[in-house]
Every structure is written in C-alpha cells, then in structure tokens.
C-alpha cells in the first residue's frame, strides 16, 4: 500500500562514499511521528556534486562508518553537526507502512528445494514440522563435521526466511507493517518498489525495496543463531565478524555493509556463504586499491572458496576444516600439565612476572612448580608466540600470492610447530628465480607439463624444437624442461608432504659418519701434534652409524662439530623403499584423473626421480638434521644449566682469609691475601719453579703468617700440578707451623677473561690483571655466587660443547638460571655489587647502579620499602624483586644516625611484604617477637606452633596453604642460614698425588666437576679428570660438586685418561 507523500521543504542529504554509482544507490526518506517535516536522502558523491544548492553538513553516527552530509536547509549552517542521539531521534520517529524485501537467493526459475528459500512460495505448504526436522538435520550435521554442505545450507536459508516471516508477523500485529519477500527479477519488474537495505550482522546481506516512499530507508536487523553457528563452524573462526567489526579492524576502507549479493554468484558451485572477503573484491575492483584479507592482528574473515585448481596449482589441504588452537591448550599438550594451570600460568608470563617470583609466591597458581619445569613452560610458551608470529607472516606472504582461503588459514592457525608451519608454506615458496623449472617456464612448456599432468592429448615433442632456443634444441632438452615442471609441482604437492609425515612414522633413517677425505690436509693444524689430537678425538666417528631413533645428543653435537672442522663426511641414510611408497602415493594422483598413455607413465615416472632426488631427498635430509640437532642442542643448554645451577650453589668459605694462587710459570705464580670480607690485603708474585725457589718460600711463608691463613686456593689451570706439588712439599715440611693449612683447587675457569674486563679494572684500577685473577680466585671460594656471576657462563667450563649452540638460546636460560639462584639465595642489598643486584628478578643493570648511587648517597637502606624511592623502580619491579632483597641489622645500622626503629625485621626473611600483616598474625599466635628473630627459642615455638593442621591455620589466618608455608620455613630459619649449607663443601687437602699413583681397581674419593649426556667427570685429587661413563652410573643421578667413591678401571697415561665405576 501506498500513500501520499506531504510536500518536502527541508531535506538532509546523506553523501555515501561507498555508492560508487547512481545505478547502485540505495536513497532512503524517513518521516517523523509529529508534523515535523524533515528528510533524510542518501546518495553517492557523484549526486551530491550536480547539486548547487546543498550545503555540508556532518552526520555522526557510532554504529556506521562515518559518512559526509549535506544539506538543502538553509536554515541549518554548514557547520553544524548532529550527534548520534539527536540523529537517531530524528529518523526513528517514523510511521511504518507496507514494505517488500527483496530476496536476492529467490528467483523465479528456481524449481524444487531451491524454491523454498522464498517466503511467499514456501510458508503456505511446509508445516512447521518439516522445517523442525530440517533444522535437527543441519545441528546434527554441524556436530558431525566442520564443512557445509549445499543441502544444509539450503536448509539454513529455509529456516532463517521462516524465521524473518515470524518475526515480521508479530509486528504486524501492533503495526500495519508489512513484509513480503520477492525474487530480485520481480522486484525489478515492479514500478511501485523503491529501494532500502536489509542489514543483517548474522546472516548475508540482502537488498530490499518499498512501495511506500515515506519507508525507503527501513533496516531489518535479525538474529539468526543457527546461521553463525554453521557460519562459525564452516570458517573455523571463533565469532563471526560483523560489519563493524570488519571496519574497526581496519580490514575494509570505504565498504559498504549492505552490500547485496547477486541471485547469480549464488549459484556458484560451492554456495558461497558469507563474506566480508568477497565484499573486499568488489570495492578493489570499484576502486583498484590493492586491500588485503589478512590484516595487522591476525584476525580472520572469512572469504570464498577456492576456485578449482589445474595440476601446476596444488590444492595443499582438504575439505578439513581446522580450529585454531589456543594458548593454554597448547601448554597443556605440550607440557602434560592442568589446562587451568596453563591459563594461570599465561596470565603471569603477560603481567611480566620472573620464574623465580612465580616459583616462590604464586605456588597457589601453578601448583607447586619446580622452577626448572616453569622456565620449560616458560620456553613452550615463547615457542607459541614464535610459532604464531610465524604463522602471520606465512598468511601476509600467501596472501600477497593471491592464494589466500579459508583452508589454508586453518590449516596455518592449526599448526603447532614451526616445522609444522614450513611444510604448509612450502608449496607456497617462490622458487628460485633460476631454477630449472623457472626456465622451462620462460620457454613455454607450462601448458604442455599441466596437459601431461591432467592426461591429456600431448603433441610431439618434435613439433616444440627450435634450435635458435637453449633448452629447445632437441626432443631430450624438451622433454627434460617438462619433466623439471612436473618435478617441482610433485615436490611441492600436498599429498607429498603427506606422504613425507606418515612415511617417516615407519622408516628407520640412519645417520652415517666417515673420515673426510680432507682430513689429512687440514690447514686449520699447524703441526702433526694438532692434527693426531684432533684425530683422536673423533676416532670412533670415522665408521659410525646410528638411527635418527637410538643416536645419543652427544653423539650428534660431536658429529657435527667434527663435520664443522672438515674431519668427518655426514651422511644421511634414506631406505630405497621409502622412496618406492613414496612414488606410489604421488603418481596416483595423476594416473587417475585422465587417460594415461605409456609416454605419460613414463614422463611421470621420470619426472617422479628427478624430483626425489634433486628436492624430496634434500628436503626429508634437512628435515632430519634440523630435528636431531635441535633436540641435541636443547639437551645441551639444560645440561649445561643444571650444572651452572650445581655451581653457583657451591657453599662459601664463610669467616676464613684466603690466600689466592694463580699458578704460572713464566710469569710466576700471582699470590692475593684476601680478607674475610673479601678486601684485598696484600698481594705478591713468586717463581717457585726456578731456581730462586727459596725466597719464593720465604715470601709464601710471611704471607700466611702475617695474615694467619689457614685456607689457600689454587687456581686450576697451567701449572696447578706443579704448584699443589710445591705446597703439599711445604706442608709436610711443617715450614707453616704452629699454623694448620691445607689447600683445595678452585676452578678457575673464566677468572683470566673476567681479570681483563672492564668491570674488573673499574673494581681494581690500580691492580695488574694478574693478580685480579688471583683476587677472582681467592672470592671464588669465600662467596662463589658473587664471584661466579661476574663471568660469562660459557667461559665456566662446565657444559657440553656450550660453544656450539645457539647464543641467544644460551644465554637466555643461563641467565634465567643465575637469576633464579640469586634470587633464591637472596641479595643483602647495603653489600651487594652491581654484578649481583642486577642478577635479581625484576632488577637490571640501570636499576642495579640507581640502588648503588642510593645507598652511596643516603647511606644503607633500612628497609625493603625504601626501594621505590629509587629512580626507575616502580611497583611492578618492587612486587618482583621484594622478596629476594635482604635487609641485616648488621649492615643497616652501620651508620651511627641510624635509628633502629626503622628496621623491619621480617625485611631479613623471605617472607614477600606482601604478607607481612599474615606473619605478623601468626607471629602473635605463637606468641614470638620479631626482636628474637632467628634464635633457637624463636624457631622452636614457631616449628611447634606450625605442627597444627595447615589448612585449619591457613583458614583462620584468612591464606592459602602455600602462602603460610612460605611464612612458616622463612620464620624457620637460624640467623645467617643459608640455602647453599645444603651442598657439598670444597674438598681440602695436604698431600699432593699423580696419575703415576694411581693402579687399576685403586678405590678413591673425588669431587663431580661436571656433568654430561655421556659421563661424568670427576676430579680424585691427580690433575686429571677422571670419566665415569653414563652406563657405568647404575642409575645413580650426580651432581656438580658432589662428592663420590670411584674404582678406577683403566688407565692411559698417553692420552691422560682415567676410566672410572662406581
């Protein structure tokens, strides 16, 4: 029904840059309720412009894209601009009337189940009945498979028109509102139709007309569950993007949202569903602006499906549609742990939380987490965000191709390893741009390879020769550029790779070691002496093999640093067979889709070999080496990091001067009286392996006399064994009496490197390097933390080929590890050097030299909440840091101002401040002052306070379980208890032995001085480390610095090897 429309005498003009015609406007009047008489037209810019007499105005509407205005009112100033709410007022005042949609998935000549998409021709005879089944049909086909199917896509289209005319029906009963649905072809034959948008955020946008002008304009907006669900399901994404999501990402630029879709591009093979994407291709062709459908943050929109593709275009992934994975699932998965714990976890690696503050205060959230397995949560968790950010840029370059679908960008968001993401990508690299199948190309041959490809009719290869053309010349270089084609499309198949994954499952692939033939002629060894040694050293690889499956990490670091020195030849050992299965899997692709002749089986099966053995053996080589090697290299960095860890925790030599020898014949032996507080009291260089050996002993003597030491430290490296010789000669001699001394052998690993360092001379600017190096030796064993984290911990000596792996890797978890050990052994900030503050979680070096600046200005800290004070220590590094910072009476008060009362005395524990209010509950629970902390009668009536239940306690104290432990063990502890008492002690000695002492199956005691896939190494006191191979260990698991009883089982005193059992 129509009615007459009261004369216009204001109009607002609604200029829509995305109208890129007249053709497709879609101009809307709305009315108001009251006698108001004001209009709104929409029209494209092209319109606006042939208009004299409007004038600009600016329409601001949060829902929409923001939209330029004019206006015909001369009463409103160009400059005016109405807001949201004054807009809407405006235009929702209207009076509806009979509206027709047009429905652009109708049409006339639609016959059967096709014909009931439209309202008018199907709700009059299907029973509500039917379309309940039908809809049980569709949920029971999404919860059976991911894809939809034409036939449950027709049902969806069905049921969401019932739905709209429902909805429509109850609002016809307040309104005389109307809705019919037609064909897009009939609305277009009817005069009495004007044009208005259907926007629906949940279901495909459609166009829609009205026969009455006073409601062109008129939105429908529906909610449709069951289409975003199938819509969900069929894009693999976890919501549906509307309209406005699409243009807040960025995605889309100058789109219109009610874009209708045509009756013809639905009956596309495939029925398109939904699609920003495709809305996107529209504008770039209306626009010729290059828009991309993977933008910035990785969101997905969902786009057409792929086009058929001919043979040299690889389809690489199935009609199986993919989910992307989420985060904590994949720590879950990776990690064998709770999937609530996983999500706890990420929640605290966001919020910039250390492992070693997570491993001590956040115990309630990872359940009780040692801290070696968060930091291997912690590198899974780094492996995802590499592995996404990978994935990304894999999607960008794709799409750049033009290859982009939503298969592909499952398949990507799937993938859940870098390995994983490279094979996906692969058939998408660009080949070289000379590679041989580029060639063949740039000859023209692509058209004949595609027709070998698809079995069809070839014409004779004589016919393509041209003598004038390298690669034309004869019929062999022809045949050879065609078979180059098909090489590189099998190689990049999908089903190849598939064939790779599942082939590799089963096969058994060695890896093969000999002696290179270059060997021999090595210019890296400048004599006969380097090059026996280094020959020696890889023996046992020059005939070595071993499968991918049984060969050791050992094995593979060792094989490859002898490839790297040109000593060893690798080779990779595929089974014939692997090939053979592989060819099966490949060519039956192609034997299928058309009549092969015996040229193209042979062509093929040509085409097959060149592929597998200029490309699919190299790609499965690599494949193998890269997994071996990573898994080789991780085993190292965590070998190395244990026994990093065993070091730093090595106990001090609290109390005791130390004299420090660095050993040193040339340049003698560099003595460094060093006190108990480390300083340095006196230094002096001696030559006991001349012949001006007695004023060497004499200076010795007044040395430990003067100082009254009783301890000396002997640095490990050149001349050791002939200085422990010297002093166990000294000893026994009683040239030090009455004073008692021994002696123990420090390593001295690093402490040469650290002696030349900045950081050293700045320490000791007046100093000689070497005797800095015997200072580093003497500190070593008074505090070994201190001194420890001062060197480079590759320069430690206490990995397994540490130089051969990574940086980055390494050094990253060696520094985790050292700042989990600094923190958790805790740092008295008023002694502490910049080498250790910066150690601490949450503190760096620019923190760490504001702390000393501090302390240096306003005297030492007498309490942890003086750390904010500091310049770039905000709450968060505080929250970190807090914990692990000590604050002793000892230190804090050696100022004589200083005022006792400022101490916090729970500031000397690791309690968190955190939880001070808790402690101090339970303190007066067991009725304890703080005053008497550390005592035995302070840790008594808290040990027996604490053996009530826990939870009860814990309860009563408003806490968790965790939390009051902390509480209870950092009440626990004795005054100047520490962590590292737990360990073993150096072992001291006054007698000297040799590898000349030793005979086999001699019972001895030694120290573990490191720790390997392989063995270990133990130090018995006779210069040389002896091995205890790993399959004599019986199951026993060592440690750096612990002590052990060995049986020396062989001896080679050439090579200086010592074998050893336990």
Known sequence: MSRNLRPKT???IVIDDEIDSDDDLDVTFERRKDDSDCEVEYVSPKASGASRDIRKLLVIDLDKPARRAVTRDRNVAPSDSTNRTEARARLERIKEKSEVTIDAEYNDDMKGERQVRSVRGRTSKESSKILGEKKDRIEASSSRTKCITSETLDDVFEIETETRRKRNEAKSKDSDFEVECMPGRAAKGSKHCGKTSVIDTDALSGKATSKDKSTEGKSIAGNLDLRKKLLNNKTGAGHEQTNEDMYNNGVQKNVEPEASISAENRKRKGSDVSTAAKKAKKVERASSKKLSAVNKKDEFLSTDESESKGPGQTDNFGENVHTEWSEPDYLSEFNQIDKQIAQNLISLFKDDNTIPFIARYRKEMTGGMEPEQLRSIKNSYDSLKSIKKRGLLILK???????????????????????????????YKPGAKRSLAERAKELGLAPISEAVLLGKVVPSLSSLIDTDRNGLINV????????????????KDKITFEGIRELRKK??????????????????ANDVKQKKEDHHKYEKYFHFVASERSIRDYQILAINRGESQKILSVKIIIPDWFKDRLRERCLRKYNSIGKVSSFHHDILNESFDDAYNRLIKKFVTRQVRHELNEKAENASVNVFANNLKKLLLTPPLRGKTVLGIDPGFTHGCKLAMVSQCGDVLETATIYPHTRSQKHSVQVLVDLVKNYHCTVIAVGS?????????FLTDLIQAGVFHPIDVSYTIVNECGASIYSCSTEAKSEFPNLDPNIISAVSIARRLQDPLAELVKVDPKNLGVGMYQHDLPEKQLQLTLGEVIMETVSFVGVDINTASHCLLRRVAGLNAAKATNIINRRNTCGPYKNRSELLLVSGIGKKSYEQCAGFIRILPETALLDASSRKDSLVYLDQTWIHPESYDVAKQFLKGCGCHLTDLGSDEFVQKVTSYANCDRKTLAKQLDTNETTLDIIINGLSMKKGEDIRIREEAPLFMNNFRCIDDLCVNTRVRGTVRNVTSFGTFIDIGVGTNGLLPIGKLKGQVLSLGERVDVLVLSINKDRGRISLTL
């Open 397 to 427: 370059t794709i799409d750049k191709l033009g290859k982009w679908n939503p298969e592909i960008h499952s398949a990507v968001t799937a993938a859940k390893s870098l390995a994983e993401l490279e094979t996906i990508y692969a058939p």
């Open 476 to 491: 062999n270089e022809v045949r050879q550029g065609i078979m180059h084609i098909i090489a590189e499309v099998i190689s």
């Open 717 to 725: 490296e050149t001349g050791c064994r002939e200085t422990e010789k």
């Open 10 to 12: 204001s109009t607002v």
């Open 507 to 524: 096969v058994v692939i060695n890896i093969q070691s000999t002696k290179s033939k270059s060997a021999g002629t090595l210019k890296v």
